[in-house]
């Protein structure tokens, strides 16, 4: 009888133990489209914080024009939206006019003045076409300041092309990734790694398609890129005009990374040619180097920063009048001590075959309304991202450093869960655009599973959003973003050639608002504001946050600590048990200290009394 | 049943309760006097199994409590993935591998302990777990994050002087030398090493014939 009670229990024990491996993990239906993380890094499903309030097609608004051609770079600015239509070497502007898109020019060729055609010259010839514009940067400039800073140079007689013939090209675009440059030896503790067949890193600049290593991609392990090459950019053959849709008017600077032209060209509103920025002089760059500027912009103080294809010390930085002066905020990595010693063991040969230490590139920068660089870096390890070691967003000052607060639950790094999300892509998101909004939150955008990450200053992430697919809001491969105002985003969309729109919905300004509300000081107003998001959202840490903070400032300690609690908060949590402790220790008190006193008191006095006692007795 | 009750009444009756007693005031003697104490423990018969047990489960008991209780800044633990089993037999299972393996390991190197006077050694040897444990969880909650760090340090205070107290135990319950008891020690961990291992292939090797299994028979029904 009682082996067999044994038995059956070894048996139970056998068999639930077989069953709870068998229990394969369940496909979760969560289609979820804008989330958050919890504290422990797990979706929490969250409203809608932005809804696509437009999807624009060139053809469908202006069927003459065609459609984009791997459209990499777009810029907005009050209502107009300036987008680099780079495999057709053209800019097109459209301007939003009662929410909807009208486009008002097509931009195929700058004008060039007799002053400045010498500075346009390509393999000699003075061409005033594009070629692969890959970025576009616009601010605002009055004419007259323009003539104080760049003098009337440009304004002169127009340069006459007569039947100037284009240099025709005949090979494929130049690619500096080719052989990328050897690392300082001096600084040799600093870089990411990367292959040295690395590709330019995506086939936004045009690499592709001309060598044998297009099958390979540089980074491993990168699903969403493979097979998605696009035809290698063709050169101008012809001046065209300029197509006018709507005659304007803008005090408007434009900066055009002409990556192909290896210039940046900078010009007025119509696109008459002020300077050119090219050739950089530097020790540093050998001989066979060619400036592919990438992605630029123009701060308050003039200076243009360029992301350069193959320049892995950091961002150019170029004067007004157009020369070099400094890299700007080059990544510093630290090699790890295995990396180091492997190194050590190999010979010369297998070094040069191996890896190198050299920074990591940027991929895009943006500027903020303060004149801070958020420059965001694509080509990181994986795991240095998740351990924090790699910044995929930097926010950079004047001197180069990297001044972005880290203080979320989580680094800004995109998704935290990288394998469940979507079976197609896996690995860490790969930032390649960040829009910076004037209260300091800003939204990165992930080519990887084409969704966008909103950020408020302290990195807390506020809410992503996107994927990758065929609908509304979802991406095929995205490359630029862009906002038109602080509600208002446009997403681009270059395999598709579109413009997304996504317009901030009340949940999303609820957020802004408590957010402004809290910054400047007005905390109790922030709270309630959080505590109408919490409705919507009840899974919003940072709401709970900020309704523990306000209540701390009250002195409601108990309260705020549930509160903080709910949110993982643990140092507010413990300003707020500290504050709670002391009113408990001022509360009771008194009871503590009359509780010790008696029974300090009462065994002297029993003490006593037994001995009167004993001393009567044997009195 | 009736054999069960007067057992416990004879528990009560006779000297076995008074012998717990005595038996599990013991594990203070043992804990400050540990090579002395072990030496006792087995070779002189002042421990007892029922104090062992007990050791154990306050051990236990301390840990889950340690995870429910302390305060929430020192406290990391995810509820919605809590499992008060899987706590349990976290310090069970460990506990069971290494009393088998420090048994196979000594067997083979001229031990002299049997299997239960290492089980029992062990646990007296964890005394200093629940003996400082359970008041660090009333002290965590009156303590801000800042001073927790007293809290950290009397853990690990505690789980260093356990794990001095069972190279202790190991030394004197097989009576080696302080070499051989350390030998002994780092083998039972490797031994340990292997019998998860085996244990763990026999499980994934039958959890996948089972599947086979299972699968054909899917099979068949879909088939028919």
Redesign the interface.
Known sequence: MKTTHKRLLVLFMLVS??LS??STALADDDDWYTYTYSY?GEEMASPNAYAVTNDIYLQDIDPELGSLSNASGMFCIDNHTFVCDTNNNRIIEYIREDGKYKVVRAIYTFNVSKAIAEDMKFNGVVDNTMFSPTDIFVKKMTKEERLKLYGDKYLGEPYDFGSEPLPQPTEAPVDNTEEPKEDAEGGSDEGATTTSDADGEDGETGETGETGETGETGETGETGETGEQQAAPVAPTERKDNIIRIDMDCDYEIFVADSQHNRVVHCDYDFNVVSVIKDPKDETLTDKYIFIPIKIVNDNAHRTYVQAQGVVNGLMEFSKDGTFTAYVGAAKVVVGFFQKLWRKLQTRAQRKRGEQYVPTEYNNLSLDSRGFIYATISALDDQDIYAGTATPIRKLNSMGSDILIRNGSHFPMGDISWGNIQSTASGASKFIDVIAFDNDTYCCLDKTRGKIFAYDFQGNMLYAFGSIGYSKGRFNRVTAMDNLDEETILVLDGQRGSITEFTMTEYGKMINEALLLYKQGYYDQSAEVWKRILQYNGNFELAYVGIGRALLRKGEYKEAMKYF?NAHD??N???A??HY?EQVVEKYIVYFIVGLAILIIIPKIVRKIRKLRKEIREA | MRKILSGIAQFFKGDGWSNYRKTLRYALYVILHPFDGFWDLTHEKRGSMAAAHTIVILTVLTHLWDRRFTSFMLNNTQWSKFSIVMNTLGILVPLVIWVVANWCVTTLFDGKGRMREIYMGTAYALTPYPLIGLPMIVISNMVTKEEGVFYTYFNVFALIWAGFLILCAVLMIHDYSLLGGILAVIFSIVGMAVIMFIVLLFFSLISDAVMYVVSIYKEIVFRL
């Open positions: 133990l077989l491996s068998l422990w609690e643990s140092e949590y413990s300003k048990f500290r402790r």
